[in-house]
């Protein structure tokens, strides 16, 4: 690919009892000491993979910024907290190979659509779920953070909350992983992105989370897209509104997104 080499399935942790994978957008423009971003696919905590968001490898990689496309175990497999454990621990990853990757340490974000957007936020909060995938000895600490049409709030109302948080889970439990529930005072500058018409994720969890932030005081830039609905970045103007990558010419709002999280981390970063 010009101007990135793609490292695919890369060792980045422990899931569990299996390895932590991960796709890593090198770019291949000696610039000294570069940014980092972890790049969290979405899928309702069910499904997806590293591969769903390739467009934003792609794209930022060519931006110059080193992005780690992080999996992590669906519902399918454990149930919460091992999504948030496994994203920290990719977080853990880049800093502890940040020489190796010419990444400064200092200098890594993350950023998330859908319930990638959700673990990207919660990646961010003061909350403990570190796990024991690896790297213990890093910090999993994030210096901007980006959500596309992400939840910020969980709660029993729906059944993929329900299947995330496991049949055990109390009221507690939906509270810590719900982001907005967290002081949110020293939060790192955010970026929020969330269509006005989303039906899967109603656009009052990005527009309180900004209020919140704005009334604490915290950077934060929201930006909503009238009459559009959930993962409106992969949707093409044809009839059934296709799903495709970001980096797809057809898709008609990939490139728009992809610049703002561009612009977004070049500032914060």
Request: aromatic residues 6%; proline residues 5%; glycine residues 12%.
């Amino acid at each position: 690919m010009e101007g990135v080499a793609v490292h695919k399935s890369v060792v980045v942790g422990k899931a569990g009892d299996r390895d932590l994978l991960g796709d890593l957008y090198l770019p291949t423009a000696a610039a000294g000491l570069r940014a980092a971003i972890v790049v969290v696919h979405g899928g309702g905590w069910r499904k997806g993979r590293p591969e769903s968001v390739r467009g934003f490898g792609e794209l930022l990689g060519r931006a110059g910024i080193v992005c780690l496309l992080a999996d992590y175990r669906l519902t399918t497999e454990a149930c919460w907290p091992a999504q948030i454990e496994d994203v920290k621990c990719a977080i853990r990853f880049l800093r502890a190979s940040a020489d190796s990757l010419e990444v400064d340490p200092e200098r890594i974000g993350i950023v998330g659509d859908s319930a990638g957007g959700h673990l990207a936020l919660m990646a961010a909060v003061p909350c403990t779920f570190e796990g024991s995938g690896g790297h213990a000895a890093y910090s999993s600490k994030v210096a901007a953070v980006g959500s596309m049409y992400g939840p910020t709030r969980i709660d029993r109302g729906r059944a993929n909350h329900v299947a995330l948080m496991g049949e055990r889970a109390i009221d507690e439990d939906y509270d810590r992983a719900s982001p907005i529930a967290y002081h949110l005072n020293d939060f790192p500058p955010c970026l929020l992105i969330h269509g006005v018409e989303d039906e899967a994720v109603p656009v009052s969890n990005s527009v309180d989370f900004h209020d919140r932030l704005n009334r604490l005081g915290r950077p934060v830039d929201l930006h909503l897209f009238p009459g559009l609905g959930h993962a409106f970045d992969r949707k093409t103007a044809e009839e059934g509104a296709r799903m495709v990558d970001v980096a797809d010419p057809k898709s008609v709002y990939g490139r728009t997104v992809v610049r703002l999280i561009e612009r977004f981390f070049g500032k914060h970063l």
